[in-house]
């Protein structure tokens, strides 16, 4: 018996363990746990870990017999330093606030299991509090893209609460948060028979921005180059002002001239 277990006794390699490098996922808030949890469970399913998440990966036993001895369990060293690879990459995804409730555990099924029956179950204040969000939402002095970015974000966390909004509903609250100069497009798009896609309703906007920020600078450049003609045109006549104030006798012999030839040949 002691024969065989020795035998499917593997030495741990520090070559089967898997760094996951977190740095791009959002950290953890009282408010966004549907967002994260969808983040972190992708991202260790890519490293082929996301057993560790539920549990699923079972922890090997901590000892074996190996020819009649009691002797540390190679295969539960391996899962534990991943264990705990994963756990220190978690910590680092959870923002300072939340961080004492990780105290409670330390696997990361623990910490899983912990974080999801904290913050799994959306209460209807903070769906509440989305919508409101969302209803108030205006486009204002933000960009295009920091204006869709900004609707599309919490449509994507109702959706995660499970309460979505329907595409077509989406579209109306995009296009009742432009402003007037927007009235073009969103009359176009009101008049199809269907809505368009989000991508494809972003992209116009874009373009549309362009168009007004285009057709404001080609206005404020006339002004000034009609204003630089008049200048242009005021300073030649100051400048004659100017050259007879600074030759008071050409100024003196114009006058005279004139008065000779306005008075008809009379002088003093």
């Not at 746990?33 to 260790?44: D, H």
Request: with cysteine; glycine share 6%.
């Amino acid at each position: 018996m002691a024969e065989s277990t020795s035998a499917t006794i593997t030495t741990a390699s520090a070559g089967q363990l898997h760094h996951v490098n977190m740095a791009n996922v959002t950290k953890l808030t009282a408010s966004n746990f549907m967002m994260w949890s969808r983040q972190i469970r992708v991202l260790l399913a890519g490293y082929g870990l996301a057993g560790y998440l539920d549990g699923t990966t079972v922890a090997p036993t901590p000892t074996v017999l190996c020819e009649g001895h009691t002797i540390p369990n190679p295969e539960y060293v391996l899962w534990q330093r991943q264990d705990q690879l994963i756990v220190a990459s978690l910590l680092g995804t959870i923002s300072v606030e939340i961080q004492p409730i990780r105290s409670k555990a330390s696997t990361t099924t623990q910490i899983w299991v912990l974080l999801t029956s904290t913050y799994a179950k959306p209460t209807w204040r903070h769906i509440k509090q989305l919508r409101e969000q969302i209803k108030q939402w205006r486009k204002g002095t933000r960009s295009v893209d920091e204006y869709v970015q900004g609707l599309v974000s919490r449509f994507d966390q109702l959706a995660t609460l499970g309460k979505p909004y329907e595409h077509e509903e989406q579209i109306e609250y995009l296009l009742a948060g432009l402003p007037e100069d927007y009235k073009p497009i969103v009359d176009q798009i009101e008049g199809r028979d269907s809505p368009p896609t989000m991508p494809a309703l972003h992209e116009k906007l874009i373009n549309f921005e362009l168009k007004l920020q285009s057709q404001a600078s080609t206005i404020s450049v006339a002004p000034v180059t009609a204003n630089v003609a008049f200048n242009k045109s005021y300073g030649h006549s100051n400048n004659n002002n100017n050259y007879q104030s600074r030759n008071p006798r050409n100024s003196s012999r114009g006058s005279s001239s004139s008065s000779s030839r306005g008075g008809h040949g009379k002088g003093y």
